[in-house]
Nanobody, 126 residues
Framework: QVQLVESGGGLVQPGDSLRLSCLVS????????MGWFRQAPGKEREFVAA????????SYADSVKGRFTISRDNAKNIGYLQMNSLKPEDTAVYYC???????????????????WGQGTQVTVSL
């Protein structure tokens, strides 16, 4: 069974940084792409960033380009989302997800991902 566990969320001030982690269970074999999505209260889940299986391809939402960086450590089965220059509009529950069907891609659509974590809250406020 595939399990994803996010961590690293919290309450920060505008301009601060956070690094989210996504640990993928070691029972998961094969390669996969990883994506990060977020959902704010009253809004639909939206794409944030994605990375292919070897880190050679990444995708970012326009709203986070230049501020967020996605990466992964396949030896540890962990993915990361480094978030810098955080803004109040970044406040949301952040979810990681994996796609085993197209590991060479960095998919931006949530329906391409089949396994999801439980989410971690990020709040950016004074």
């Amino acid at each position: 069974q595939v399990q994803l566990v996010e961590s690293g969320g919290g309450l920060v001030q505008p301009g601060d940084s956070l690094r989210l982690s996504c640990l993928v269970s070691t029972h998961t074999y094969g390669v996969y792409a990883m994506g990060w999505f977020r959902q704010a209260p009253g809004k639909e889940r939206e794409f944030v960033a994605a990375i292919n299986w070897n880190g050679g391809s990444t995708s970012y939402a326009d709203s986070v380009k230049g501020r967020f960086t996605i990466s992964r450590d396949n030896a540890k089965n962990i993915g990361y989302l480094q978030m810098n220059s955080l803004k109040p509009e970044d406040t949301a529950v952040y979810y990681c997800a994996i796609d085993r069907n197209r590991p060479a891609a960095a998919p931006t659509n949530h329906y391409e991902y089949h396994y999801w974590g439980q989410g971690t809250q990020v709040t950016v406020s004074l």
